[in-house]
């Protein structure tokens, strides 16, 4: 058997992503809430044992996204191959492969890249084919007889046979560091744009009697991302993938089409996912929880057998019990909801701890702000609080307390007590509108005309 290699990978990320129209590097543009580079680098992790980042001057940034990991920087942007050098005083004497990969192909899986690693084995060089269902502009790989690459010819180069190949090369490309830093060295920038192309070392490998190899990969793994429109492209395809795989481990979606995951959404099983339902960085979900249409999740738990929404916002800091409900247009945020309790209708709850099996009433907000500090609401076990209630924290309501509906609460409640605090009702007879409104004038006219007339003249 021959023996594996050991592994080592340079990353490519000094992009400016011109194209983008962005001060944003290229490499740095998210993917389900999280930098392209960053997947790339996820990926990367499982499979080589040192990783060098090239970067471009002026990317702090980017520099500490790629932390712990090494940068080298191109301080001149002068090809592809120009950029992998960079990487030479570091790997030059790495006993084993190097393989170059770019920051804007960040659904690379490790199953590829493990076979594109086993196929150097049997070659001095491989590279990283794919069958667009559209070649376009593509470099096609030229093969001979044997399946073998023989070299790579640029689309503005191609002859017409030749731009009727299917299998187009993607970049990526494996060989010895030995060999691979002296084909570098070799490269020359005699093209129209004067620059220092990888794919060069194919033409130098095939001149020195190396064998060269294409492992082929399906396009939406090597799909980059040069303009904005790539960039949505490749959203699409991670957010097909991470709902494929969030089904496959028991997860239900109605309408996966619909449904947006952050790259750290963690969805338990039996989840229930209603359309058109967005996940934002941070959310675990366990198991047996109903997320309804329309609701958006950000940096929140919600425990099993919780449902939420239709039309619910979890914001950070949020925990949701066991069998708690969160209703349509109510917005927790750094909120507690205790097991079994209930906010079921058009509520803010911020910096806020509810008790188990309380009940929040329609229109209950805690008020956690007074324009300088946050303060903390604190609802016991089993509180009613009645609709259109205003809690001014900081405040304390204990276990089994009643709050009225429509009080604005500025002291602590006691267990077992009613709470009750509103401005006291007064009703004046004779002071309506019985003989102070137009003989024209009826119900239908428009409040602002009944307010005028009538409510005026009342007060």
């Known amino acids: 058997m021959i023996p594996v290699p050991r592994t080592a990978a340079i990353i490519l990320a000094a992009g400016l992503g011109t194209r983008m129209r962005s001060a944003l590097p290229k490499a740095l543009h998210p993917l389900a809430g999280k930098p392209m580079v960053n997947h790339l680098l996820t990926a990367c992790e499982q499979v080589f044992e040192r990783i060098v980042v090239v970067v471009g001057p002026d990317m702090p940034a980017l520099e500490r996204a790629v932390t712990p990991h090494v940068t080298v920087m191109q301080v001149e942007r002068l090809g592809t191959g120009h950029a992998a050098r960079q990487a030479e005083r570091l790997l030059r004497d790495f006993p084993g492969d190097v393989a170059v990969l770019y920051a804007d192909n960040p659904l690379i899986t490790v199953p590829t890249i493990r076979r594109l690693i086993g196929r150097r084995v049997e070659a001095g060089l491989a590279l990283l084919g794919m069958r667009p269902a559209d070649p376009g502009r593509y470099g096609r790989i030229v093969q001979d007889s044997s399946g073998d690459v023989s070299r790579i010819v640029e689309w503005a180069d191609a002859t017409a046979t030749e731009r009727t190949i299917g299998l187009c090369n993607a970049g990526v490309v494996c060989a010895p560091a030995a060999d691979l830093f002296r084909w570098l060295g070799d490269v020359t920038n005699d093209n129209a744009k004067g620059e220092y192309y990888l794919t060069d070392i194919v033409a130098l490998a095939v001149a020195e009697g190396k064998r060269v190899v294409a492992e082929e990969a399906a396009e939406a793994e090597l799909a980059g991302a040069n303009s ?106 750094a909120a507690m909801l205790g097991e079994g309790a209930k906010a079921n209708h058009l509520s803010y709850l911020g910096d806020a701890t509810v008790g188990a099996r309380a009940n929040i009433g329609a229109g209950t907000i805690t008020c956690n702000y007074d324009g300088m500090n946050k303060h903390q609401t604190v609802i016991g076990a089993g509180v009613f609080v009645g609709s259109n209630t205003a ?69």
């Open 228 to 333: 904005r429109a790539e960039l949505a492209q490749l959203e699409a395809g991670m957010q097909a993938r991470m709902r494929a795989a969030a089904m496959a481990s028991g997860a239900t979606m109605t309408a996966p089409e619909t449904v947006f995951l952050s790259w750290d959404t963690r969805l338990g099983q039996d989840v229930t996912i209603g359309p058109n339902v967005v996940f934002g960085p941070g959310v675990v979900v366990e198991s047996g929880a109903e997320i309804r249409a329309f609701s958006h999740l950000e940096g929140c738990t919600v425990r099993s057998s919780a449902i939420i929404g239709p039309f619910a916002r979890l914001r950070p800091g949020t925990e949701v019990g066991r069998n708690a409900h969160v209703g349509n247009f109510v917005e927790l945020k």
């Open 391 to 459: 809690l001014v924290a900081p405040v304390r309501i204990g276990d089994r307390a009643l709050l009225a509906a429509g009080s604005v609460i500025t002291e602590d409640v006691s267990e077992d007590a009613l709470a009750i605090a509103r401005g006291h009702q007064v009703n004046k007879p004779g002071r309506g509108f019985k003989g102070k409104r137009p003989a024209s004038q009826d119900l239908t006219d428009p409040p602002s005309l009944q307010r005028s007339v009538g409510i005026k003249e009342a007060i």
